[in-house]
């Protein structure tokens, strides 16, 4: 059993600044990659920002330079430090898990999300 919790939205004025974090916990295996993803009202998720087990980062253009995604020393924390934020960054934001298992291969689990509301 693997969960994925995050925490951390909530309501923000314009410009203002949010840091959410997301833990995985369980049976985990190895982790192969964690991502943060965004879910606004009539719009499909998209990915925000992810982070491989190299450290490598990647970057939705609309929040370059604004956002900045890291891992805790315990390798299952995720963090995603929101700066400069705009109403366009309201969504429920969601935690994601790519896991490896030995000789079974990988799976991806997903936390239940936490909303991120960015008031003008």
């Given amino acids: 059993q693997v969960q994925v919790a995050e925490s951390g939205g909530g309501l923000v004025q314009a ?21 943060w993803y ?24 609309s929040v370059k330079g604004r956002f900045t995604i890291s891992r805790g020393n315990a390798k299952n924390m ?23 298992y030995s000789y079974i291969g990988f799976y991806d689990h997903w936390g239940q999300g936490t909303q991120v509301t960015v008031s003008s």
């Fill in 15 to 35: 410009g203002g600044s949010l840091r959410l974090s997301c833990a995985a916990s369980g049976s985990i295996g190895s982790i192969d990659a964690m991502g």
């Fill in 38 to 61: 965004r879910q606004a009202p009539g719009k499909q998720r998209e990915l925000v920002a992810s982070i491989t087990r190299s450290d490598v980062t990647n970057y939705a253009d």
């Fill in 78 to 100: 995720l963090y995603l430090q929101m700066d400069s934020l705009k109403p366009e960054d309201t969504a429920v934001y969601y935690c994601h898990a790519h896991l490896e």
